[in-house]
């Protein structure tokens, strides 16, 4: 896995951009390369995500993608913008709820657009107990029952959320911070900074950049399948894709 910047050995990330364009960093400045890697990232986080569901997470996140809350007596609605170190939170796919017993169970997803789907979230039936259902609204969450009891971190949500950003590094200073991604992308991180370099600077290589753009992103309207989500979509939706070797805080 390429790391960011390896000025001295010139085999990171942005080093290989410069190479393969042959330009400098008086070209290309840092902020910029940086800021284009970053949209690469997340471009290759919506491909993947839509191909291998919600449980892909990006490895640099130091905890699980879990957040908890409160259960508060009297209180149906609970609300989510960002996990607890500051990510943006993109889906919510799965609430755990603690029964007073101690017990953390799944809440059924139910759609208050649907015929019946309300469940009193939004009918005015103003039921207490222990919930059994949950709707999506916004950046947040409607139980069916409004609880009539109090638990500290008693609700759990499952959630993917933004991948991490790469940091602007220093002039001949290496950053060894990696993608986070399969190994197997790095080569994508160049190639999108690289074609928009080349569009904006309308390089002879443009149309080969392009074509290698077509082969990791695909084309969906073309039916082409881009490389991405080839790799993506071949895990096992219940196997982790990420492998470990950190401690990593449990929730």
């Not at 991948?163 to 990696?178: E, G, L, Y």
């Amino acid at each position: 896995m390429l790391q960011l910047y390896a000025p001295t050995t010139k085999s990171g990330i942005i080093d290989k951009i410069y190479s393969d364009l042959g330009i400098t960093v008086d070209d290309f400045p840092l902020a910029d390369i940086t800021r284009e890697i970053n949209l690469a990232k997340t471009n290759l986080l919506t491909i993947a995500l839509k191909a291998n569901g919600w449980i892909f997470d990006d490895s640099n996140h130091t905890d699980y993608p879990i957040i908890k809350t409160n259960i508060v007596s009297g209180q149906r609605d609970y609300s989510f913008t960002t996990d607890e170190n500051g990510y943006f939170i993109l889906d919510i796919y799965r609430v755990m709820v603690c029964g007073e017993d101690g017990i953390y169970y799944d809440l059924e997803l139910t759609d208050q657009k649907l015929k019946g789907g309300a469940m009193g979230m939004v009918n005015g039936q103003e039921l207490t107990g222990k919930p059994s259902k949950y709707n999506k609204l916004g950046n947040g969450i409607f139980l069916d029952a409004i609880p009539d009891y109090n638990y500290t971190s008693g609700i759990k949500i499952f959630i993917n959320r933004e991948s991490t950003q790469f940091s602007t590094p220093t002039v001949n200073v290496a950053d060894t911070t990696k993608s986070g991604f399969d190994a197997r992308l790095d080569e994508y991180l160049c190639v999108r900074p690289e074609a928009y370099y080349a569009n904006l600077h309308n390089l002879k290589s443009l149309t080969f950049l392009n074509n290698e753009l077509l082969k990791y992103e695909g084309d969906e309207d073309r039916g082409i399948t881009g490389k991405i989500e080839s790799i993506y979509s071949k895990r096992d939706k219940d196997v982790p894709t990420q492998i470990i070797t950190k401690y990593r805080s449990s929730r």
